[in-house]
Each structure stands twice: as C-alpha cells, then as structure tokens.
C-alpha cells in the first residue's frame, strides 16, 4: 500500500537551513508527480512545492527562491531543500502526490525555526 515516511526536520535558527527527505513505497515513484505540503498549528495543510517526474519544478509564492525540491528515482525518495528559514515556514511538513494527493499521509517531520 502507499506509504511516506518524511525525515529531517527540527529545531533551526532563521535564517538557517535544513534538508527534508521523504522515501515512498507502495506507488509507481518515477512516473508520479510528488509534492511537498506542510500545516502549521491551527492553519490548514498547504502546497509548498511540487516536482514533476519529469523533473519540473514549481513553487509557493511563500518559499519561492528560497526551497529547492528534488527527487531520486532509483531511491524512492523526494528532497526539499529550505534555505534563509522564516519564523512562518514552522510547520509540519509532509510528501504526497501532487495536485491529488493520497488519501494516506505520512506522519510528517516537524520543522520549528526559532528566531
């Protein structure tokens, strides 16, 4: 069955930086569209970024310029690289597919930036 299992976060000074894996199982990875989401207390859950299998990348307006995303085919995995950390990107950020995700979620990673 589907299943994320996203890694790296933690506590991080602003203006830090701090490197998100997520591994995924149970899905056809390479040709599946993945997306990084995150929800912050009391906020809905967001789109951050998005890499298509073919290797395009898009971005919110929020984290533009700042987040990378990248994805590794033969792993399984998908990265999102947050650089020049803000107060607001804590949240607990989470991988699925993009556009629709999943019915599943993952347990997240939690990323606090501490200023």
């Known amino acids: 069955q589907v299943r994320f299992v996203e890694s790296g976060g933690g506590v991080v000074q602003a203006g830090g930086s701090r490197r998100l894996s997520c591994a995924a199982s149970?899905?056809?990875?390479?040709?599946?569209?993945m997306a990084w989401y995150r929800q912050a207390p009391g906020k809905e859950r967001e789109f951050v970024a998005r890499?298509?299998?073919?290797?395009?990348?898009n971005f919110a307006d929020s984290v533009k310029g700042r987040f990378t995303i990248d994805r590794d085919n033969v792993r399984n995995e998908v990265y999102l690289e947050m650089n020049s950390l803000k107060a607001e990107d804590t949240a607990t950020y989470y991988c699925?597919?993009?556009?629709?995700?999943?019915?599943?979620w993952g347990q997240g990673t939690q990323v606090t930036v501490s200023s």
């Open positions: 149970g899905i056809t990875f390479s040709s599946i569209h």
């Open positions: 890499i298509n299998s073919s290797g395009s990348t």
């Open positions: 699925n597919r993009a556009n629709i995700p999943y019915h599943y």
